[in-house]
């Protein structure tokens, strides 16, 4: 499986990386290495000083397609999930200036951290989602999915172009506002519609 995420699909997160509203989704990929299954605690790796949490809706791919029409692109994902794109912002931040790819910020081992999927078919609207993060019993990111830029149809238009979705595979969709640090002994709980799906510490 391959792990697909959308990079400023919400406005305010654009805003506060002093980065520009993207005009088409940007895209990036995290290895199957990344995955963070069954609330495992998350071991803060020493090569980045400052590992910022991203909180998002993730959806898993459901049969395989390329080239997905617009009109067909809802048949592709039939499950609904939480999970965190952890990013090394230091690192992120140096490949940015250099212009160069910023993999290493966003592709490490666990930094994909999910919770379990949800039929789709049990949310009555799927761009009326509300999501948040709490760090430490606080809530630091809050969304909900009719702010996102492009939908979850259009993702699926857009990524399918390029690159062979397969059953299984799943797409972070983008982060909402109020991105940032969290250092060892932290508590993460991410809910989806106001149920606690992920839940677990930095080690
Ligand atoms: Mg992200």
């Known amino acids: 499986m391959k792990i697909i995420a959308i ?3 919400y406005a305010e997160h654009a805003k506060e990386l002093n980065n520009p509203v993207p005009a088409v989704p940007v895209i990036f990929m995290k290895p199957d290495t990344a995955l963070l299954k069954d609330n495992k605690p998350f071991y803060h790796p020493e090569f980045s000083a400052d590992i910022h949490h991203e909180i998002e809706v ?19 994902y039939d499950e609904i ?3 965190i794109d952890f990013t090394a912002r230091d690192i992120q931040q140096k490949h940015k200036e250099k212009g160069l ?31 948040h ?8 990111q809050q969304g909900n999915t009719k702010d996102l830029l492009f939908s979850f149809e259009r993702i699926i238009v857009f990524v399918s172009q390029y690159i062979t979705l397969k059953k ?9 506002a109020g991105v940032g640090k969290v250092n060892i002994g932290d508590h993460l709980a991410g809910y989806l519609t106001g149920e606690k799906l992920l839940d677990f510490y930095v080690r």
């Open 133 to 140: 993060l709490e760090v430490n019993g606080k809530t630091v």
């Open 101 to 131: 790819p910023w993999e290493l910020a966003k592709s490490f081992d666990n930094s994909a951290p999910v919770s379990k999927f949800i039929p789709k078919t049990q949310f009555p609207d799927l761009y009326n989602i509300d999501f």
């Open 7 to 9: 990079g400023r699909n």
């Open 58 to 76: 993730v959806i898993k791919i459901s049969k395989e397609g390329k080239h997905i029409a617009e009109k067909f692109a809802s048949a592709y």
């Open 168 to 176: 299984g595979d799943l797409i972070f969709t983008g982060t909402p």
């Open 81 to 83: 999930g939480i999970g």
